[in-house]
T-cell receptor, first 116, second 114 residues
Framework: DTGVSQDPRHKITKRGQNVTFRCDPI?????LYWYRQTLGQGPEFLTY????????KSRLLSDRFSAERPKGSFSTLEIQRTEQGDSAMYLC??????????????FGSGTRLTVV | AQSVTQPDIHITVSEGASLELRCNYS??????LFWYVQSPGQGLQLLLK??????LVQGIKGFEAEFKRSQSSFNLRKPSVHWSDAAEYFC????????????FGQGTTLQVKP
């Protein structure tokens, strides 16, 4: 297992288009997290899954955003009708849910979205 | 509400000099604390973490951090900085509720002068 993989690494899209990102976590990790990082800021929590269940969503996640983890393995994050304010790095991370191990993240390299 | 403050947005040190990056947190109970490093265009790599026990924790790449409850601080230190340490550093606290969610500070950009 080579860690957390994110695809694509970069995405440029026109305003109003829909985009979808994929995250493949470490195979034995049952938790998967999505964060958003804008320029000059720390990552901000968007949502997380334990197995296939989405357990928490941030208020940052407007109704244009949807995330899925259908079989408890990979996850997708879709943004509909993109806006320039959606331009950011989208980071995925995975971990185990056992106590403090739940905080032992492995991050992917991220998908950088640019909306023009 | 839980929060993390990194007072220094940008720090420049000379190669070989010592480094201290500051982090203050706000959290009611004993926190889980983390330092991550991010190179340009990359994801985050965990440097070290504090859950409990010894308040001085050792991490990778020669970094260490000290948890001081009385000061609500978790400062990162390195005795001798290398040019390859130039990157952005983030302090984070684990949110309550065992969700695994992290709350990050704004980050400190480290520049290393030759």
């Amino acid at each position: 297992d080579t860690g957390v993989s994110q695809d694509p690494r970069h995405k440029i899209t026109k305003r109003g288009q829909n985009v979808t990102f994929r995250c493949d976590p470490i195979s034995e990790h049952n938790r998967l997290y999505w964060y958003r990082q804008t320029l000059g800021q720390g990552p901000e929590f968007l949502t997380y899954f334990q197995n296939e269940a989405q357990l928490e969503k941030s208020r940052l996640l407007s109704d244009r955003f949807s995330a899925e983890r259908p079989k408890g393995s990979f996850s997708t994050l879709e943004i509909q009708r993109t806006e320039q304010g959606d331009s950011a790095m989208y980071l995925c991370a995975s971990s185990l849910s056992r106590g403090s191990l739940g905080y032992g993240y492995t991050f992917g390299s991220g998908t950088r979205l640019t909306v023009v | 509400a839980q929060s993390v403050t990194q007072p220094d947005i940008h720090i420049t040190v000379s190669e070989g000099a010592s480094l201290e990056l500051r982090c203050n947190y706000s959290y009611g109970a004993t926190p889980y604390l983390f330092w991550y490093v991010q190179s340009p265009g990359q994801g985050l790599q965990l440097l070290l973490k504090y859950f409990s026990g010894d308040t001085l924790v050792q991490g990778i790449k020669g970094f260490e951090a000290e948890f001081k409850r009385s000061q609500s601080s978790f400062n990162l230190r390195k005795p001798s900085v290398h040019w390859s340490d130039a990157a952005e550093y983030f302090c984070a606290v684990g949110a309550s509720g065992n969700t695994g969610k992290l709350i990050f500070g704004q980050g400190t950009t480290l520049q290393v002068k030759p």
